[in-house]
């Protein structure tokens, strides 16, 4: 759960101003480790009530452990996966080390524009919801 801030609304997307921040980032020794990190980030939420909500308005925004999941999955474990099965098939049909290598690498690039291509689907699945602040 984040809280942020409405950035802009249009139906039925409302963009959200979120501040993520390293554990550290709150810490009172901060300015003297120099080790804080923290970064602007904006999320898009589909939201059904857009309407209710008014650009400024704080928020939460919330989203299920299994969207996280499904998140890494796709984005970590598939991929790595899809590269060791690469790599022993690879090195089954040619014997050679490097080309199974390179051919484990490359799969990638079929695999993330495939990711790419069907982002607006992924967006829709792992969504999040909004709530508002109190």
């Not at 790595?80 to 090195?91: E, I």
């Not at 014997?95 to 993330?112: F, G, K, R, T």
């Not at 291509?117 to 829709?124: E, G, M, N, P, T």
Request: with cysteine; hydrophobic share 50%; net charge positive.
């Amino acid at each position: 759960m984040h809280q942020g801030t409405v950035d802009s609304i249009n139906a039925p997307v409302v963009r959200v101003r979120i501040l993520q921040a390293s554990a550290c980032s709150s810490c009172v020794a901060k300015q003297l480790c120099h080790s804080a990190e923290s970064k602007e980030k904006f999320i898009e939420v589909f939201t059904a009530d857009s309407s209710s909500y008014f650009v400024g308005e704080k928020v939460l925004v919330m989203g299920h452990l299994s969207q996280g999941l499904k998140a890494v999955w796709w984005a970590y474990c598939f991929p790595l996966v899809l590269m060791v099965a690469t790599l022993f098939g690879a090195y089954t049909l040619w014997q050679d080390e490097a080309v199974s290598a390179l051919m484990a690498i490359l799969i990638l690039l079929p695999y993330y524009l495939i990711i790419y291509i069907l982002r607006s689907k992924f967006a829709k699945a792992l969504s999040f919801t909004l709530k508002h602040q109190i």
